[in-house]
């Protein structure tokens, strides 16, 4: 718990060191760099994050038959962890007045439901319950399209990614 607060304390700072778009200032009057448009950070951050959480447990079935993909070393259940995690932070910096202002109170909805399936995708990894990360992984997914039903990404304004890191 202690280690989830920190790392979202940190955020601001963390930003900041990253160079960035615009100066925003946080609750307690310290400023710090926004690092990247909300479109950016989509597709910089939260997609591959997402990806690398839904890629840890898959069931495909091909012409070779089926396969099983799910974490087989204490590594593999880390990174799974950490994009858990990460989502659950993912969600929090979704909250900050530099991605949520402008946007309706349902946006601070599906951030605060992205923080609790973070949490969740990251207990089922600690558990090393492949089960887990795979149904969570489900709920994840519901809950992004159902933020992209509301916030459509292809509606993207003229600032969408284009591959190359922020100016």
């Not at 778009?21 to 926004?34: K, N, P, R, S, W």
């Not at 448009?37 to 591959?48: F, K, R, W, Y």
């Not at 601070?108 to 492949?130: H, M, P």
């Amino acid at each position: 718990m202690v280690k989830r607060i920190l790392a979202a304390a940190c955020i601001p700072a963390l930003l900041a060191g990253c160079g960035g778009t615009a100066d925003q200032e946080d609750a307690a009057g310290e400023t710090y760099v926004q690092a990247h448009t909300i479109q950016q950070l989509m597709a910089n951050v939260v997609q591959p994050t997402a990806e690398n959480y839904w890629n840890s447990v898959q069931y495909i079935s091909d012409e070779d038959g089926n396969h099983e993909i799910e974490p087989e070393t204490d590594e593999d259940w880390q990174r799974t962890r950490a994009a858990g995690a990460t989502i659950a932070e993912l969600g929090n910096l979704l909250m900050t007045p530099a991605y949520s202002e402008g946007r309706g109170e349902d946006w601070t909805q599906f951030s605060q439901s992205l923080v609790e399936v973070g949490l969740r995708a990251e207990e089922a990894a600690v558990n090393k319950d492949v089960d887990a990360v795979f149904e969570v992984g489900g709920t994840v997914y519901s809950v992004c399209s159902a933020c992209h039903q509301v916030y459509p990404p292809e509606n993207m304004p003229e600032d969408a990614p284009t591959g190359e890191p922020p100016a």
